[in-house]
């Protein structure tokens, strides 16, 4: 599949790596499908959406930065991601990098909004956590 990006140019992906998202992310009911793209020697990646060119968000894996972050899934979640087994599952967050003029100043993560993928499918729903721990701006630190 060949995607467009303004962040990326142009470039071909195997479809089978796409995520589909039946219901989009939140505020971007337009962007249903995405592709992963790979920060070299990183955890981050990025997800650039297939259907609109300017459309990236930065994510990462938030049990990387925050092990003791836990979600459950829900019968409706599990049912609309076809899983079975929390093996089927990868949780990723995403991230927003806050900037004092050109330079980084810190990045946060929305650990209030994780997006829950099944491996096999490719299937992808982001979910709205009911969680008083969580917000959508708690600072990483590696």
Do not use: C
Request: aromatic residues 10%; charged residues 20%; proline residues 6%.
């Amino acid at each position: 599949m060949q995607v467009r990006s303004s962040r990326f140019g142009t470039f071909e992906v195997d479809e089978s790596r796409a995520l589909v998202f039946a219901q989009g992310l939140l505020g971007f009911p337009n962007s249903s499908t995405y592709v992963v793209v790979e920060v070299e020697d990183s955890p981050y990646f990025w997800l650039q959406s297939v259907d609109e060119d300017d459309v990236a968000f930065l994510a990462t894996s938030p049990f990387l930065f925050f092990p003791g972050y836990d979600l459950v899934l829900g019968d409706e979640e599990q049912r609309s991601l076809g899983v079975d087994d929390p093996e089927q599952v990868e949780v990723l967050t995403l991230l927003t990098v806050h900037r004092a003029g050109e330079q980084p100043e810190s990045i946060t993560a929305n650990l209030l909004g994780p997006i829950v993928v099944n491996i096999e499918s490719r299937k992808a729903l982001q979910l709205v956590l009911d969680n008083p721990d969580y917000t959508t701006r708690v600072p990483l630190v590696a």
